[in-house]
């Protein structure tokens, strides 16, 4: 069992950075894959990023690559999305999540936190 809850949303103008964190409880969050989703008003949940638990393997979506970061400190149960030169419409609903394996969909992923809301203005 895995408990996820993030934090670090909110307002920014374009071209400004945020940094979301997931904080984690449950004695396999070390041995998970975590993963990071978002979801858009009227739109399906997205593939963002995601990292296997040794931080090894990183996949990103293609259109983000370059401007969001994945990284995990496993000492302190926390995975971390670092967002910079935002926009527009990077304005959604950020979710954590963690799986056994490293996937980009979302069926792949057991735990999910409640989500975070990042909105950028233009």
């Known amino acids: 069992q895995v408990h996820l809850t993030e934090s670090g949303g909110g307002l920014v103008q374009a071209g400004g950075s945020l940094r979301l964190t997931c904080a984690a409880s449950g004695r396999t969050f070390s041995t998970s894959a975590m993963g990071w989703f978002r979801q858009a008003p009227g739109k399906e949940r997205e593939f963002v990023a995601a990292?296997?638990?040794?931080?090894?393997?990183?996949y990103y979506a293609d259109s983000l690559k370059g401007r969001f970061t994945i990284s995990r400190d496993n000492a302190k149960n926390t995975v971390y999305l670092q967002m910079n030169s935002l926009k527009p419409e990077d304005t959604a609903v950020y979710y954590c999540a963690a799986a056994r394996a490293l996937y980009r969909d979302v069926t792949g992923y057991n735990y999910w936190g409640q989500g975070t809301q990042v909105t950028v203005s233009s």
């Open positions: 990292l296997t638990w040794r931080g090894v393997n990183i």
